[in-house]
């Protein structure tokens, strides 16, 4: 049963009435462009064929009560007395009320079911598809206006200081914004998107490790702050205003660590902008060495990699029809990603997850993805029905 369908059959269960509404926001995958978000930087992520579901319905009251069918679990808070608890799932769906609430919206209480087929902690944005499905949710029985860039800033926040990690706009922007058959080269400083064709005859290629990490238990935070002080040291903003040739006339300065943050951030982003340009000319095989070269500074300037994430990388890469492979999201463990010709993928699956688990003694998941549209309300389980629950 396909998740959308599923949401709406236990709404159906739990409450003896169809939805009001279902929705769906995506994960993603980062093609290039790692850690330069919150650096003013580029990046060229897509959308993918994993989502957030939600069916729902609006209540009389303020009250949110959610049943996540991932987790069995349900959750129940009122939009008048929101407070941060713990890691809990629910403290996204609270962090976006809060923030939708701080940008001035009225929101209305709602009930719903949700579940999803994002890979939690893997590296594919699963968090933000949880704040853009939860968003999409607050617009159906509040009637905001859905703008994806205002809804994408609203899920930062929620994020950046109701979770309390300092990720930049990328996750929630392709989330909310992303288009079908195309990755989107976002310049994360003027927040402008230019659709890019996926190169054609590949595939993208999801590699999870079946490893994982918290950002805030692991040194996410520290990267951000590093570079952070790198940019300070040049008197600008941020790392997007400096030039290799400025970084390495100030590498004695900056000390070893800092030049190396600093010089994945700023050799990221030209390879951003270069494997966006071979990808509307089709040059498949540069778009894979760029993707290669990004692995090596993420492993070796950023270390963010890890021992599973270098095994399944380096297996990929040995496989036919692998053009570039390298590791997706913040690091320390989660996913990988690979460009592949469609005529072996299925073939790449079956070898790489083979050998990556003769290597590991740990068996991955591997997901070939399609490029998809950013969240969207689905006419799937409406009932045009104009009711509140009591």
Known sequence: MSLDSLV???FQTRFGVPPRFVVRAPGRVNLIGEHTDYNDGYVLPMAINRAVWIALRERAD????????????????????LQPGSTHWSEYLKGVAWALKEAGHQLQGWEGVLAG????????????????????????????????????????????????????????MTAAAGIADHALLIDCRSLAIQPVPLPPETVVVALDTSTRRSLLDS????????????????????????????L???????????????????????????????????DIAETGRLMDASHASLRDDYEVSSRELNAIVDVARQQPGCYGAKLV???????????????????????AAAEYQEITGVQPAIHICTAADGAEISDNGRDGTDYLSP
């Open 8 to 10: 709406s059959s236990e």
């Open 62 to 81: 303020r009250q949110i009560s959610v049943c996540s069918l991932d987790f069995d679990e349900r959750t129940e808070f009122s939009l008048d007395c």
């Open 117 to 172: 087929d994002v890979p939690v902690g893997a590296g594919l944005s699963s968090s933000a598809a949880l704040e853009m499905a939860t968003a999409r949710a607050f617009e159906c029985v509040s009637g905001f206006p859905w703008d994806a860039l205002t809804i994408a800033q609203i899920g930062q926040r929620a994020e950046n200081e109701w979770i309390g990690t300092k990720c930049g706009i990328m996750d929630q």
């Open 219 to 246: 040194e996410y935070n520290d990267r951000v702050a590093r570079c952070g002080a790198a940019a300070a040291h040049f008197g600008e903003p941020s790392l997007r205003n400096v030039s290799a040739e400025q």
């Open 248 to 282: 390495e006339i100030e590498e004695r300065r900056l000390g070893g660590i800092m030049h190396r943050r600093a010089r994945h951030v700023i050799t990221e982003n030209e390879r951003t902008k270069l494997a966006a340009a071979a990808m509307r000319r089709g």
């Open 329 to 351: 999201g913040a690091g320390f463990g989660g996913c990988a990603v690979a460009l592949v010709a469609s005529t072996t993928a299925d073939r790449f699956v079956e070898v």
